[in-house]
């Protein structure tokens, strides 16, 4: 998966739910965290101006301390959902869909939890294991050890940039679209093994305004949040 996965052991005060490692990806792959897998297109080498374009958009995404913006997820299906984005780097990100959506989704700095209120359970997957683990790292590199871009493409006051595992890249595929004037993160795609794209658009965002912690708070009678191991 993208970022890979965090090191160290977890153990848990009291067994959590049962991990439905399936259920958690369809509901990501919906909300366009985690791409299925596509077949690995063939990477050209990169210009100097995509080179510089990167770079831009390595130095916005790190200037980011926190960000909340409106959102609309359109599926393949055609179903539009909305809701507010709340991100507090390094870690922290919060996706409140607004009614009737079931879905909650946190992340607190290492788990990324998935609340979807017709299963009444909640899921969680290791926040480096997923795409949404790019968005809020400590030192975005779009282009470096874990990442590669495939393509910079450019239209008229957009710029997109691709991305893949490095390892391993037909696992997936996450595009990042930024706006020239002001320069400022938009819109994420997600593309799937059918060639059928994920959109989730930002509007009305607002940056380094001040975030109630607990926000990015997980909390369910069900489930004890793991912890790591210290020793």
Do not use: C
Request: no cysteine; aromatic share 8%; charged share 20%.
């Amino acid at each position: 998966m993208i970022a890979g996965q965090i090191a160290g052991q977890v153990r848990f005060k009291e067994k959590p739910p049962v991990f439905n490692r399936r259920i958690v990806l369809a509901l990501l792959a919906l909300l366009a965290l985690v791409p299925s897998a596509v077949a690995a297109a063939p990477r050209k080498p990169l210009s100097e101006q995509d080179k510089a374009d990167i770079g831009r958009a390595e130095a916005y995404m790190n200037g980011i301390t926190t960000l909340k913006a409106r959102f609309q997820q359109f599926a393949p299906n055609g179903n539009v959902a909305e809701g507010t984005a709340y991100f507090w780097r390094p870690g922290r990100m919060r996706l409140q869909y607004d009614p009737p959506s079931p879905l909650l989704v946190v992340a607190d700095g290492a788990f990324l939890f998935v609340h979807y209120r017709v299963l009444g359970v909640p899921s969680y997957l290791p926040l480096g294991s997923t795409p949404a683990g790019v968005l809020v790292r400590e030192n975005v590199q779009l282009n470096g050890k874990d990442l590669a871009v495939t393509r910079v493409t450019r239209a008229p006051g957009v710029l997109n940039i691709a991305l893949v595992e490095s390892d391993d890249p037909g696992q997936g595929e996450l595009t990042l679209v930024f706006t020239e004037q002001p320069f400022a993160l938009r819109q994420w795609r997600v593309l799937d093994a059918q060639g059928n794209t994920t959109t989730v658009s930002l509007f009305e965002a607002q940056s380094g305004i001040t975030l109630d912690s607990k926000l990015f708070e997980f909390k369910d009678p069900k489930f004890t949040k793991p912890r790591m191991n210290d020793g």
